[in-house]
């Protein structure tokens, strides 16, 4: 009997009541970044595999994450480009916001690269892929529909969802989260952002950006808690230049009326209230784990309700490993998709090899306008290191021609003179970070990056810069002496010459 389509259920679930599965090396549930690296490594080396995906090939990253994210951003870009204009001497019109265009935009950004996480890729690499919501047995047995699939080991790789808080009124609002966002049919007259982390941050300036009037509300005191101060003061800056309403400090405490005359009734720290009205609220308060279906083996949990996994991605339960933001507190495609890959080779390869993860820094970036860029050790905070170097972006030359002083690096150095963190605000700050990733990976002073020649102007020439300015501060009062005594000696030897 031949696997069946994952476009056909019914005939998929008939089929399967007589199915004999053979016993397979590794499930893998959740085809989403985590569960298509996992099963991708599994099928290249020719294991028996099985993916199961209850909802789209691709998952959050490809459709209602990072790509219709990114794609979205790169529109708003466009209207505020057009805006800004101006100060380059090109005089254009406020644009005018074909919403409907703007998604064909994200719909052919999603068309172009669905085809790499379909099932027919996978099933051409040898994996057995069906369509189905996993519900765990046993450590060794996984249910789908009427499918129960014997397999030696199992990794679990289905994501989060958004968080929806029990905001009293709520149900009376037309709210969307960053699942929903994107089935909006017409730009939100006053948009309504409650969250000042990432996605808050990148969907509100987006929409500020493409004519929506955006009220971002936080309860900390400042918005990217998990960037430097400084991150956050300087993308502040930018969203309230654009226009966005931004309210730190505010708390959201129930909704009165309901659509269209809902309001969000707030308080701030002195203990005042206040109501804000709003068109669409967008809820961005954070995700948890999709964890139904495993209910029958009792996984331990971590903070947030996140999968607890050892050093290897294997939860509680041995033979079972989890992978992506199902156990992952840093919530990125690239670190689903190398724990993904980790996952299934210790799965698949118990007890004879484990491979620790992970031991590389992971860079993070939000790409708001000025864009930021994180990396650090792991393990290392930014108030760790020995001294922060600060480079504002008005040095750097390419800045300049841009028009983009608006930024700058926070570069830490340990004692030895090596990276231990940066932080780059400023366009293209996540594509530069990668070259200060790799100094923190391998351990390099400062002093490697200056030896490096960068292409000029580039932004990149800020990292170059930083190491510049590392050593001219190590330089010690000796060594200046050294090389003044140094070029008076050779003067003198010159005079000898001419005369
Ligand atoms: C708006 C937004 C923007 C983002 N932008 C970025 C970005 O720019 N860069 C970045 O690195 N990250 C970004 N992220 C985060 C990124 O999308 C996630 O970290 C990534 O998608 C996690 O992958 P995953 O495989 O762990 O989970 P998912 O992609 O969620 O995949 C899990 C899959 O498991 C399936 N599933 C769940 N339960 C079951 C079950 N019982 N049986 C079968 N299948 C099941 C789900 O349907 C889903 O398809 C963004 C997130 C959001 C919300």
């Not at 730009?187 to 996605?199: D, I, Q, T």
């Not at 994180?374 to 290392?380: A, L, Q």
Request: with cysteine; hydrophobic share 40%; aromatic share 4%.
């Amino acid at each position: 009997m031949q696997p069946t389509s994952p476009d056909t259920p019914n005939a998929h679930t008939k089929a399967s009541v007589a199915k004999r599965v053979p016993r397979q090396d590794l499930v893998v549930v959740g085809a989403g970044a985590a569960g298509l690296s996992a099963a991708s490594i599994a099928s290249r080396i020719g294991a028996r595999i099985t993916l199961i995906e209850t909802n789209r090939m691709g998952g959050d990253c490809l459709y209602t994450g990072c790509i219709p994210s990114k794609a979205l951003l790169r529109a708003a870009a466009c209207a505020q480009n057009a805006r800004e204009s101006r100060r380059f001497g090109i005089h254009l019109s406020e644009p005018v916001i074909d919403f409907a265009g703007v998604h064909e935009h994200i719909r052919r950004a999603i068309a172009a690269i669905e085809p790499e996480d379909s099932a027919e890729r996978y099933r051409i690499l040898g994996a057995r892929v069906i369509p189905g919501s996993a519900t765990l047995i046993d450590r060794h047995t996984i249910r789908v529909g009427r499918e129960t699939i014997p397999t030696r080991s199992i990794v679990l790789a289905t994501g989060a969802r958004p968080i929806v808080p029990t905001l009293p009124g709520l149900a009376g609002a037309r709210f969307v989260t960053s699942e929903t966002v994107w089935e909006l049919k017409d730009c939100p007259k006053h948009l309504l952002v409650l969250g000042g982390g990432p996605v808050g941050c990148e969907l509100g300036q987006a929409f500020a950006r493409l004519g929506s009037r955006v009220t971002l509300i936080e309860s900390g005191s400042r918005i990217l808690p998990q960037e430097p101060k400084t991150a956050a003061e300087l993308l502040e800056l930018a969203l309230r230049k654009e226009g966005v309403n931004l309210l730190t400090e505010t708390r959201a405490l129930r909704i009165e009326g309901s659509d269209p005359h809902a309001k969000l009734v707030v308080s701030h720290t002195d203990g005042s209230q206040a109501s804000i009205d709003f068109d669409i609220l967008l809820i961005a308060v954070g995700r948890e784990p999709r964890t139904h279906g495993f209910e029958s083996l009792n996984l331990l949990r971590k903070a947030g309700g996140l999968l607890a996994t050892n050093d290897y991605l294997e939860t509680s339960q041995p033979g079972i490993y989890a992978a992506g933001d199902v156990t992952s507190a840093l919530q990125f495609t690239h670190v689903a998709g190398q724990q993904g890959a980790y996952a299934a080779l210790n799965a698949l390869f118990r007890p004879l090899i484990r491979l620790r993860w992970n031991q590389s820094p992971i860079p993070r970036v939000t790409y708001t306008s000025p864009e930021i860029a994180s990396v650090s050790r792991t393990g290392t905070r930014l108030s760790a290191v020995a001294k922060t170097i600060t480079i504002p972006l008005r040095e750097v030359n390419r800045a300049v021609t841009d028009g983009a002083e608006n930024g700058c690096a926070l570069i830490g150095i340990n004692k030895k003179g090596c990276l231990e963190s940066a932080t780059l605000i400023m366009p293209h700050a996540g594509e530069i970070i990668s070259e200060l990733a790799l100094a923190i990976q391998e351990r390099l002073p400062l002093g490697r990056i200056l030896a490096l020649i960068h292409p000029y102007p580039t932004y990149s020439e800020i990292n170059r810069r930083a190491a510049s300015v590392w050593r001219e501060e190590r330089m010690s009062g000796l060594g200046r002496q050294l090389i003044r005594v140094m070029l008076a000696l050779l003067r003198r030897l010159g005079k000898g010459h001419s005369g």
